[in-house]
């Protein structure tokens, strides 16, 4: 490319050729070339397509493996791996623009990624940026033990949550104090797959015996984290239980919790064959919670064939909105509900063989640090 003709042309005329194509296409045409990357990602360019629409991805973590590797040999730079569900197609952002070893993506919200990354002085600290425009800030620095146990959650508003079965953190760039406010959890055990909806937290909490697992739903209103009264924070949770809902959490198997469209909550489980101890399950299902109506409905349950690779596989499940991926070991590559539809995602990064997290992914041109 550095030799071809159209390296030569002017760069004002390249901004222009280049500004008349779609944002995915020009995502495309960054991977090309170093010349066309640095093109394409230059400020000037950037202003003029700023009003490109957004494109609803998919984004991988890397895998858990990686994240807790700290070999002298790990790379100064990494990139998220997006996978664009319309074109049946991977893309790669970099993230070479960010001075930190090790960075770790693990949640996003209105065209922002927040990653974990290693500071200079050995600490985790949390960083939020737009891999579109090579933007970033860094969010007070925490101890490294909140990256290894601590759930990243992110509002409508940009809003931080860590969260941790005793305690939660919260961060917000408009605040006047720019430092983590912390508060108490007191939940009964760990939360599993903690989401935000609707201005409110939801997790999953196991309330049962060491022989047993009984599944309960729990949701605090983010309004109540920032309540300094004391004896409101030791009572912000609360438990999520109607009589119609009978054995709702019973027949699921390892329930997780991802947040749906509008005031929607997804929950996803294996389907239980019986009530004994080990039993196998039938399927994987999709339950869909109204928190309008408190009315639970199912969505969708995972086809026979399909669900044969993850029948005596370990999975994870990541997604939102009306999108569900899942992730199984040695599986190869991943399931996907899309709208009502099941399809397979080949081409994963990698061997294809691991478990991949993951998370929604809007990106988008005009959201800034």
């Known amino acids: 490319m550095e030799d071809s003709p159209i390296s030569r042309l002017p760069e004002d005329t390249l901004h222009q050729i280049f500004s008349s194509l779609s944002l995915r296409e020009i995502m495309i045409c960054r991977s090309v070339c170093k010349v066309l ?25 890397p895998p858990h493996h990686h994240h807790n590797h700290h070999s002298r040999h790990v790379p100064l730079h990494s990139c998220i791996h997006v996978y664009d569900p319309d074109p049946n197609q991977w893309l790669r952002f970099s993230l070479d623009f960010l001075p930190f070893r090790s960075p770790y993506p693990v949640a996003s ?25 090579r933007q970033y800030k860094v969010l007070p620095q925490l101890g490294s033990a909140w990256s290894r146990h601590g759930s990243v959650l992110v509002d409508s508003s940009n809003r931080v949550m860590v969260l941790t079965e005793l305690a939660a953190l919260y961060f917000s760039f408009s605040q006047k104090t720019q430092q983590w406010l ?14 935000v909806v609707s201005n409110s937290v939801f997790a999953l909490c196991d309330v049962g015996s060491p022989w047993r697992s009984k599944w309960k739903l729990f949701s605090c209103a983010v309004k109540n984290l920032l309540n300094l009264n004391v004896n409101v924070m030791n009572n912000n949770w609360g438990c999520l239980e109607r009589h119609e809902w009978g054995d709702i959490f019973d027949i699921m198997k390892r329930p997780r919790l991802i947040p749906g469209n509008g005031n929607k909550i997804l929950m ?29 409905e199912e969505a969708t349950r ?27 070991k040695k599986v190869g590559r991943l399931a996907l509900w899309d709208c009502s539809k099941w399809r397979w995602i080949d081409g994963v990064p990698g061997n294809g063989d691991e478990l991949f997290r993951g998370f929604t992914y809007e990106a988008r041109l005009t959201a800034v640090p």
């Open 268 to 296: 996803i489980g294996g389907l239980k064959s019986s009530y004994s101890f080990n039993q196998s399950c039938l399927t994987i299902l999709i339950l869909r919670l109204d928190l309008e109506t408190m009315e639970w």
């Open 109 to 133: 919200s209105l065209g922002l990624v927040y990653l974990w990354a290693d500071s200079p002085d050995s600490n985790k600290s949390l960083i939020v940026c737009n891999p579109l425009t």
């Open 302 to 328: 995972m086809p026979e064939a399909m669900h044969r690779w993850f029948q005596d596989s370990k999975f994870k499940v990541f997604g939102g909105g009306n999108r569900v991926c899942f992730s199984g």
């Open 37 to 61: 990357n640095q093109t394409l990602t230059s400020s000037s360019f950037m202003n003029l397509i700023s009003t490109r629409s957004h494109l609803n991805l998919i984004a991988l973590r």
């Open 182 to 195: 912390k508060f108490s959890s007191n939940l009964p055990s760990k939360p599993r797959s903690p989401i």
